[in-house]
């Protein structure tokens, strides 16, 4: 599958330090190229801080040490006062870095070697400590750099990447800058868009110099970053002589005694972003709340095998898991549902069913869509490790299981086994009990609409977190609930003007 035009390719450490060196080898000059990722960083610095009158950069001994000389030279240049602080003494800089350094002291920066006695002061900090070339928790004189940045309070404009943060995956191992917007070069970087980085890079912007990364063949980008034109290119307008039979019919089981509501917010949104027909199997006590709720949704109580059989066989696709329980109700509806081998979306307790008794089970026609404590479950392994390393994860989650999975959590990932996406999109209101029951129902919904499970999970992703940034933008982030996302979501799976009968007359 080839990936739409509108997405970002991402790229991993490695792979952006081989991008420039080809860039370096047809320019035939790597200062150049330095020169003009300062002259951008200071371009966004100013844009974003106009009027500054004093920054402090902090430069480290490589080269991204030499993108904060060379923005500290064109600041100095501006009549801004500059402090620049030296984690490498200038005479021991190398190639481009020395360079840059000179340009610096040329416009009159001088430069005061970093000791822990150094207040940081300034109205803006620029970290140009640490980019593609750090390996590993930051270290002396480095950590207690990152800490004193982040102590003074100030602003933050981080150089490619916040020092601390693993670029690869977004992992922090100890302390990483706290930056405000962060400029990255070249090739934009995986880890700024997922896992602990994204409460730390600020706003990123991608500054590609120049190079264009797919103009260098060869290096495969390993994630693509959504966009919100995603959603149109998916959701064009329905045909004029639609039915509701070409749309899907999803069948919801979900919630055992006891758990009414992640039936109610699953099947609520399958039906908002327009699957065709919902059903739902539900223990019996849920059915009239269900049914008063949303007479459109065909609730049905389930007390035995037969019962869910029969509904099975007449869904397209089967969402199953929120509110189930790991007791026997839900162990009966999670082995028939298997046994039926309809296409199917499993979450939240058909997950850890799944991990507890289903070891051996890979399938191509299935989306599991686990947070990193699921996720962890199912891989045997901790969170942390989860954590650690999102796109491994995902990855190492496909290959076991199969399918389409989706690894929840800040920078939502996505792998069917071929393309890999990231959503950048979502907010930290989505932190709320049934979020996750949401997202199972939009998936589920769209599967019937998409050309694939894998891109209904892709899609269903997006407009989730869309959603439910449309939600935290009219009413704020704290008390987000899951059902507020129901009339975005309808909004959202709508991109194109409504048809009607009329313009076709
Ligand atoms: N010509 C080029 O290659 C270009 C490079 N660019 C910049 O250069 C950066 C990459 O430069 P480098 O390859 O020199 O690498 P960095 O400048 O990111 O880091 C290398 C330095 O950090 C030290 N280091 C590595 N890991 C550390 C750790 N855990 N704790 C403490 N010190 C550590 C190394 O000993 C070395 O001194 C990019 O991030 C980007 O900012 C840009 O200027 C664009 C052009
Ligand atoms: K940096």
């Known amino acids: 599958m080839t990936a739409s035009s509108f997405q970002r390719p991402l790229y991993l450490a490695d792979q952006v330090r081989e991008l420039d060196r080809r860039a370096i080898d047809a320019e035939g000059d790597g200062f150049a190229l330095m020169r003009r990722a300062g002259e951008s960083a200071y371009e966004v610095l100013c844009a974003r801080w106009p009027g500054i009158r004093r920054v402090c950069v902090l430069c480290g001994g490589g080269n991204n040490g030499g993108d904060g000389y060379i923005v500290a030279a064109l600041a100095a240049a501006d ?27 040329e416009a009159g920066v001088v430069p005061v070697a ?95 110099l120049g190079v264009d990364p797919r103009s260098h063949g060869g ?51 399958v039906a908002r972003v327009g699957a065709g027909k919902v059903s739902l199997a539900t223990d019996a006590a849920h059915v009239s709340a269900s049914l008063t709720r949303f007479p459109e949704i065909m609730a049905r109580g389930v007390r035995g095998a037969p019962d869910l059989e029969a509904m099975i066989e007449s869904a397209d696709t089967v969402a199953i898991g929120p509110g189930i329980g790991n007791g026997a109700w839900g162990q009966a509806a999670l082995r028939s549902v298997l046994d039926a081998g309809k296409p199917c979306v499993v979450d939240a307790d058909a997950l850890n069913l799944l991990a507890r008794e289903e070891s051996g089970i890979h399938r191509d026609d299935w989306v599991l869509t686990p947070h990193p404590g699921e996720a962890g479950r199912l891989l045997g392994i901790s969170t942390a490790e989860v ?53 199972t129902g939009i998936i589920a919904g769209l599967s019937g609409q998409l050309a694939s499970l894998g891109e209904a999970a892709r ?45 076709h007359a």
């Open 387 to 439: 954590e650690r390393d999102r796109r491994d994860a995902v990855i190492a989650l496909q290959r076991r299981w199969g399918g389409t999975v989706v690894l929840k959590g800040a920078g939502t990932l996505v792998y069917d086994g071929d393309r890999l996406t990231l959503c950048p999109f979502g907010n930290p209101g989505m932190a709320s009990g049934g979020m996750g029951d949401a997202l």
């Open 79 to 105: 009549g801004v006062a500059v402090d620049l602080v030296a984690l490498k003494p200038v005479a021991e800089l190398e190639g481009d870095a020395r360079r840059a350094a000179e340009l610096a002291a």
């Open 114 to 208: 970093w000791n822990d006695e150094l207040t940081l002061d300034g109205e803006l900090m620029v970290d140009a400590m640490l980019g593609t070339g750090a390996h590993g928790a930051p270290r002396p004189p480095y950590a207690a750099a990152i800490s004193e940045v982040n102590a003074s309070g100030c602003p933050v404009m981080a150089l490619d990447a916040p020092s601390g943060v693993d670029v690869d995956t977004g992992h922090i191992e100890t302390e990483a800058v706290a930056a405000t917007l962060t400029v990255t070069f070249v090739g934009d970087k995986l880890g700024l868009h997922t896992g602990a980085a994204l409460d730390v890079v600020g706003d990123v912007i991608y500054a590609p």
């Open 459 to 503: 899609i269903g992703v997006l407009l989730h977190a869309l959603a439910a940034d449309a939600a935290a933008l009219d009413a704020g982030e704290r008390g987000l609930l899951a059902t507020d996302l129901a009339s975005y979501a309808r909004t959202l799976a709508n991109p194109q003007p409504v048809s009607s009968h009329a313009d």
């Open 219 to 269: 290096i495969a980008p390993v994630a693509w970053l959504q966009t919100r034109q995603d959603l149109a290119r998916a959701l064009p307008p329905r045909r004029p002589g639609s039915h509701k039979g070409i749309y899907g019919h999803v069948l919801v089981v979900a919630g055992a005694p006891g758990m009414g509501g992640a039936a109610l917010m699953t099947s609520e949104m």
